[in-house]
């Protein structure tokens, strides 16, 4: 199904969700003076909009008004507003002209996409976010780093990661049983891609145990290769800041250490 109504996305690309939906709809974002870009995924075209949570913009009146939530992504479709990225992009899926292994028509196969999102919600999603809240990124939202709550979101994320190896990932190579990607791997590989914001022997070693899990996020890369690494960009430029940021921690550190 096509659709000639203007879409507009509004996104922020240090966002998983944002990614995910930015992915789907395989865009390119230009960097404008004005932070606009253009977006086209199977045929399907959008505007795209960044709105900065950092900046606070997600709670200014002209996106309000898009989404009363305060959050992002959300679209405009020819003024049908809508937020949350899985509701967002199997809504895609049905108006637009996509290929049907990103959320099938056939109802089983719907049903294991939509098993995983379900299971993503209350699973690697939250216990990714926790964890990388409370062990990093905590000091950017305007939060105290807390050790204890980090440990625990850890070995949450630990166990979502050994049910991705051992259950979505035990017979295909794709999390919903298909022999292509869904939806539901855009946005799990979406959020395991904020593991690059750890130092990256430690985000290395959390992975490590996981081949299965680790074959799959290099296959939805190279699949949706090159918009994978393009909409990343923004989250590879913070990762380098923190990099540079433990660095010049570390070096303090040596510097008011007592001398022997």
Not at 131 to 154: D, I, M, Q, S, Y
Not at 158 to 178: C, H, I, N, Y
Not at 202 to 230: D, I, N, Q, R
Request: proline share 5%; charged share 30%.
């Amino acid at each position: 199904m096509g659709s000639s109504r203007n879409l507009t996305l509004y996104v922020d690309l240090l966002s998983q969700p944002c990614r995910a939906v930015t992915i789907f709809c395989s865009g390119m974002i230009d960097d404008d003076d004005d932070d606009d870009g253009h977006a086209r995924v199977n045929e399907i075209e959008a505007d795209v909009q960044i709105v900065s949570f950092l900046k606070k913009e997600t709670r200014e009146p002209p996106f309000l008004a898009i989404n009363p939530l305060g959050q992002v992504p959300a679209i405009d479709d020819g003024g049908f507003t809508l937020s949350e990225s899985h509701t967002i992009m199997r809504y895609l899926a049905a108006t637009r002209k996509v290929a049907d292994h990103w959320y099938p028509e056939d109802l089983e196969k719907r049903a294991c996409v939509d098993r995983v999102l379900d299971w993503q919600h209350g699973s690697i999603d939250r216990d990714a976010a926790q964890f990388l809240v409370h062990r990093e990124l905590a000091p950017l939202l305007g939060r105290t780093k807390n050790p204890t709550l980090a440990a625990e979101a850890e070995d949450s994320l630990k166990q979502s990661l050994k049910t991705m190896e051992t259950v979505w990932l035990k017979d295909s190579p794709f999390l919903a049983r298909g022999s292509q990607p869904s939806i539901a791997d855009i946005s799990s590989a979406c959020q395991l891609q904020h593991l690059k914001l750890l130092d990256k022997e430690e985000s290395g070693a959390l992975l490590a145990p996981y081949e299965k899990v680790k074959a799959w996020m290099v296959a939805v890369e190279e699949f949706t290769a090159p918009y994978f690494v393009e909409v990343h960009g923004e989250l590879e430029k913070l990762a380098k800041i923190l990099e540079e940021r433990r660095k010049s921690e570390a070096e303090a550190e040596l510097e008011t250490a007592p001398k022997l």
